[in-house]
């Protein structure tokens, strides 16, 4: 490689470091691979960049979590009371009672 | 109707069908669509109602607004990857019919093409796919569709699920999926997916066949009672609002109480729960619903006039957490900088193309599919110039590098830009907020007659 300047190398080097070193961490720690399989992975992820390649393609994705947890307890009470409301297991004016009352616990 | 075709098998009676472990082809295209997908939108939120979700044969429902975005969506997202009903129009697409027919794909002929093409062939195939404990799915209006509501659905949902019963298929259960996009033409947008409980068939099978009549897909009745009961489930899942203007107002609303109940109300809020919220406030009485979505409106009229949104206005726009925030955000960007250029040199010419793509005048749902088409084109083939350039410069090992780190460049823009847009609206929040200083108050005033107002109309 003639001609790469500081600049271009760091911006290279920095995250293809990662990514390897990332590979090389996330073989070893991986609890669905064991045995001769965990052996075989880490000897192609040791083979920077074409290794790392083969590894990240091959890899399964952690199951993906789809969705954001509710932030905060008035949250997952409110949330909770609509799926009772939902179900029909909470009265309308029950429901808007009770959310009201939440509410009274606001800041603003 | 495919009743009593020799051609069909039935294998039938799989009482005991499992979901087999998920086949290698299934794996990559999971993989795929779930790349492709967490690439397109900024957030995925998935509601999933009680029941289960991954067993037995099942025919999934879904509303049908965002063209080839939907399907791709549910394919990332179902607990097991569907097979597609669709018009064999699709078939007709080069390309397209193979990645279909790859896909595990059934064409549908329209009735008009009718003659030497039945729909036979499809309803046997959809009965053997049943009998062996596969996932369909289908868009049961038929049409991709701009309104935020659900055009009046087609019997054959109905029909294929009926005839696989009579063909001795049981287990089956009806799955609703409704999708709701923020904004479905635009990238990196946010969409939820509400997964509604499932119709079981056997259990209910009284509900639509009369005793002593024909259980198959040819009783007229129980078809027609079928597909009612679909209908109903699917607008429960599903957006259904009068227009465009009352899904964005009562979906504030919704947003707007959310963040009242929030810890940190900057936050982003769950959106699954805001779409379901706003689902709720689409079924209220007429006026309710109307003095609701008229109140949100002005409201949001007025912040925007500042500068403002909700979130900035409630946060105060003060506080360690929230200044804590914003610093990350702009460390964030200067560390990304160097790599966010690298990727802004080589994706700038396909983004551009695929706005211009964006500019054409095009229905939105036909939109929808157009710009993620261009997209996967105009980007694959921008990549494989990159790596194709890498390797004539620097051989092997930098077309290598090149296929790494594309991708992290890529990554990197994205961030980078969205860092930087929320920088500036922050900054511009913060005028505003100064300026509106002495209207504090009666903002927040007539924002808890705003929140009120939602909470009456639940």
């Known amino acids: 490689m003639n001609d790469v300047t500081l600049l271009e190398a760091v911006v290279v080097a920095i995250p293809a470091l990662i990514l390897i070193g990332y590979t090389l961490v996330d073989v070893v720690r991986r609890p669905d691979l064991t045995g001769p399989r965990k052996a075989a992975w880490l000897i192609v992820a040791v083979i920077p960049v074409i290794g790392t390649i083969l590894y990240l393609l091959a890899r399964p994705l952690s199951p993906a979590r789809w969705g954001s947890a509710p932030s905060g307890a008035r949250v997952a009470r409110f949330v909770e009371m609509l799926e009772r409301r939902e179900r029909g297991d909470l009265p309308k004016h029950e429901f808007v009672a009770a959310t009201h009352q939440l509410l009274d616990q606001d800041r603003l | ?231 109903e489930q699917l607008r429960r899942a599903a957006p259904d609002f009068a227009d465009w203007a009352e899904a964005r107002a009562l979906t504030h609303g919704a947003e707007m109480l959310l963040r009242s109940l929030a810890d940190d109300p900057t936050e982003p809020v769950p959106i699954a729960t805001r779409d379901r919220i706003a689902g709720q406030l689409g079924r209220a009485p007429g006026e309710q619903k109307a003095t609701t979505a008229a109140a949100v409106t002005s409201y949001d009229r007025d912040l925007a006039a500042l500068g403002l949104t909700d979130a900035w206005f409630l946060s105060g726009m003060t506080g360690r957490r929230f200044l804590g925030k914003l610093l990350w955000s702009l460390v964030l960007a200067i560390a990304l900088l160097p790599f966010a250029i690298a990727g802004a040199v080589i994706n700038w010419f396909p983004y551009l193309v695929v706005k211009a793509v964006g500019l054409l005048r095009f229905a939105p749902a036909v939109m929808a599919t157009i710009k993620p088409m261009a997209a996967i084109v105009v980007f694959g083939a921008t990549w494989g110039f990159t790596v194709w350039a890498a390797f004539r410069s620097f051989g092997l090992e930098g077309a290598a590098l090149a296929v790494l780190l594309i991708p992290v460049y890529l990554v990197a823009v994205i961030v980078f830009t969205e860092r930087a847009v929320h920088l500036w609206r922050a900054f511009r929040a913060w005028r505003g907020l100064r300026r509106a200083a002495d209207m504090r108050d009666t903002l927040a005033a007539r924002r808890r007659e705003v929140v009120a107002e939602v909470v009456n109309a639940l």
């Open chain 2, 1 to 231: 109707m495919a009743n009593g075709d020799p051609a069909l098998s039935q294998r039938g009676v799989m009482a005991a069908a499992s979901p087999s472990a998920p086949t290698r082809r299934e794996r990559v295209v999971r993989k795929l669509a779930t790349l492709i997908v967490w690439g397109v939108y900024r957030r995925v939120d998935v509601y999933r109602a009680d029941g289960d979700h991954a067993a037995g044969p099942r025919m999934s429902v879904a509303n049908h607004f965002g063209g080839f975005a939907d399907p791709l969506l549910l394919m990332a997202v179902l607990p097991r990857l569907p097979r597609i009903i669709a018009r064999d129009v699709i078939w007709k697409i080069p390309v397209a019919g193979s990645v279909m027919n790859w896909l595990g794909g059934i064409p549908v002929h329209k009735p008009r093409d009718k003659g030497e093409r039945s729909n036979d062939v499809m309803f046997a195939e959809a009965y053997d796919a049943l009998a062996d404990g596969a996932h369909l799915m289908i868009f049961p209006e038929g049409v991709t569709r701009d309104d935020p509501s659900i055009a009046p659905i087609k019997t054959g949902a109905a029909r294929i699920v009926l005839g696989a019963r009579s063909h001795g298929v049981d287990r089956i259960q009806i799955a609703p999926a409704g999708i709701h996009y923020e904004d479905k033409a635009a990238l990196r947008s946010a969409v939820s997916i509400q997964l509604g409980r499932p119709i079981d068939i056997d259990g209910s099978i009284t509900r639509y066949v009369a005793p002593g009549t024909d259980p198959g897909p040819s009783n007229r009745d129980a078809v027609r009672k079928l597909t009612d009961e679909i209908d």
